[in-house]
Nanobody
Framework: VQLQASGGGLVQAGGSLRLSCAAS????????IGWFRQAPGKEREFLGA???????YCPDPVKGRFTISRDNAKNTVYLQMTSLKPEDTAVYYC???????????????????WGQGTLVTVSS
């Protein structure tokens, strides 16, 4: 499956942005989709995931600000981000996992397919 993330850009602190992850070349509904970000000099950070059955999980640092949803008819997953902060500035990636174990979806290594990333810049 090929993934393409889009929707990044420049936004002021406190603003909102919705990222999209469009999939092609596979049976999209068979995959869990995760979102990660990577800021310069930092490790890739898990932001949340949505399972094949559309269950979602977001870790505490972004819970309440970030929401994940999927539209299988459009082969697209969305990351809705609100109350953005300058420290949210990073390249954002989506990734697909065929793992049987949802508990592993917080791990970079659970994902076999990655999009190219989209840059989000939050100005203060």
């Amino acid at each position: 499956v090929q993934l393409q993330a889009s929707g990044g850009g420049l936004v002021q602190a406190g603003g909102s942005l919705r990222l999209s992850c469009a999939a092609s070349g596979g049976t999209f509904s068979n995959y869990h989709i995760g979102w990660f970000r990577q800021a310069p000099g930092k490790e890739r950070e898990f932001l949340g995931a949505i399972s094949r059955s559309s269950s979602t999980y977001c870790p505490d640092p972004v819970k309440g600000r970030f929401t994940i949803s999927r539209d299988n008819a459009k082969n697209t997953v969305y990351l809705q981000m609100t109350s953005l902060k300058p420290e949210d500035t990073a390249v954002y990636y989506c990734a697909a996992s065929g793992s049987q174990y949802a508990s592993l979806l917080t791990l970079v290594t659970a994902y076999g397919y990655w999009g190219q990333g989209t840059l989000v810049t939050v100005s203060s």
